[in-house]
């Protein structure tokens, strides 16, 4: 599926997702008003890399309830409604729950708590406050009855993922999306010696095939902690359908698609499902292959009659 943020912002953009082949749609982080966003130019791409700072523009979760009931409407009539994701961004934890209760009474099947925007000045990542998210989890449980995630930033400390894992677990959250894009990064345009972005003296969130090693590493660590307890979506570089494969592999349950989906479009779903289906064919036939020579040898005497080349 696509990951939130990524051409899922206008009703004309949800409605390719829902024709498509992503196995989802995930909703652009809904704020309580409609946002601009942050100045132009606010994203750049790179040959491995994405850098930027959009602000969080949306049109604000009363309209986002709209769409979604029209999505659902048009979509389960044509017999191919997918599951919608909604995910939502508060600036104080009155706003968050005020969210969470208005999607409460709308057609979206899960609420990703986005605990993790790079991008809004003079605010702190809640994800890093432990204690600020395991206040918020509690009210927020009580709030929906909806299929509840979290959205989390990248950690780079392996406590901070134990210690949310439990905040997690005791709160009966059931899947995690990680990681958003990493924080405070900056690239400089060479032929400028300035920032490519203009927004908060050029620093944004990194996204791209570089931050692939630092997502799966997230994943496969909360993944150890949560056993198999709660849904894991990994997101973070995958662009192939060997990233999709590497991340199902170390305990994804499910992927999303960033910068990929935004330098590709719409494509992007099925030609990766198509590279992922390709690799799980051959191993398959490998897997099976070698069942079959080891129960050949251990049963089977060999001779030139039952001989496996043959
Ligand atoms: O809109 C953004 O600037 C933004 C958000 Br809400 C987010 O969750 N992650 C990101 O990289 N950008």
Redesign the pocket.
Known sequence: MNA??IRDTDYNELELLAQSDSGAIVV??STILPRQ??PEP?YKSLSTMSI??????NHGYKTYIRYIERLKEKYEKQGHSKPIIV?I?GFTEKEYLTLAEGFQHSKADMIEV?L?????VGKRIIGYDLKGVDDLTKKLRLATDKVLGF?LPPYLDEVMIEKMSKIILNNNIEFVTCI??IPNTLIIDPATDKPWIKPNKGK??L?GRCIKPIALGNVASFCHYLKDKVSIIGVGGISTGKDAYDFLLYGADAVQVGTQFMEEGIGCFARIQKELDEILRKKTLKIATTCRRRNAERFTPYNEENSFTK
Not at 52 to 57: K, Y
Not at 116 to 120: A, E, G, L, T, V
């Open positions: 939130a943020g652009k982080t966003g942050n606010r930027q700072s959009m602000g969080l523009p995910s961004a986005n993790s925007c790079p991008n809004i959205k958003n894009s944004g969130g996204g």
